[in-house]
């Protein structure tokens, strides 16, 4: 065996590894696009108690928690990904799935 055939079956052999490692570099807002109307469902369902989510006149909301419009302006995709897994008071413990977060925060884009 020549030594120049080697690398054309290293390379051969390790593409799908070298794939699945690029696949772990890109942004975890790209691998996991959330579905903004099963988000809007989840905020419905457990944020509306304490959090405005839908402000309809766009009005300011001066005591409180933040609105989701507020959230969405002013909070990143990664801070928000990083706050919904790990909440704390005044926050109730949620144990949301990682669909549920991406979903979420895919509505939370929809609202800037």
Known sequence: MSVAGRPMRWFASAWPRVLWLGTLLIAPSALAAGD??????????????CHVVRQLDGGPVVEGPPTFQWMARER???ALRTFLAHP?????PLELSRAD????IAYLETLR
């Open 101 to 104: 977060i991406e979903n979420l």
């Open 36 to 49: 903004p109307d099963a988000g809007a469902a989840t905020a419905m369902r457990w944020c509306t108690s």
């Open 88 to 92: 704390h008071d005044p926050m109730p």
């Open 76 to 78: 990143t995709p990664d």
